[in-house]
């Protein structure tokens, strides 16, 4: 049931297709700024991350999980509670490959951009593409990869 009333949220919902505008440096950037916040990947090796990051690649929160998904929750719950979202300048990093579930949670969020350092799955990349979020895999500090939305990368 939660799924059906979740899609239904996404059926109504209108990305603003001007933003969040950042450029590619930032992106490359943005996996050595996960990695330079996580203090658990660093005893671990094993701890998955998400963050919420602006357009000049400051981190605004980052929170840390052995899931991705719960990563992302932490990031989003703790990004409302303090209300600090401003999706007009702001874009979702997370560690991992990107699914079905996280392009979902990003776009509830209101987040126009979504990138990781993995792949997405062909189901992330089609409801991106559904909701013209612009999702972004395999980043690395000298390349990645856009499946869709590129207009919001400048």
Known sequence: MLFRENLFVLLLLQLDLSFPLIK???IM?????????QSEFAKTGGIHASALIDENGKVITIREDVGRH????????????NSIFDTKNQ???CSGRLSFELVQKTLM???GL???VGAPTSLAIDLAKRFDMTLIGFVKSDSFNIYCGENRIL
């Open 24 to 26: 590619e440096e930032i």
């Open 29 to 37: 950037k943005a996996p050595k700024l996960l990695i330079n916040k």
């Open 70 to 81: 719960n990563a992302l929750d932490k990031v989003i719950g703790h990004s409302l509670k």
């Open 91 to 93: 874009f979702i990093a």
């Open 109 to 111: 969020a209101n987040i």
């Open 114 to 116: 979504l990138m990781g």
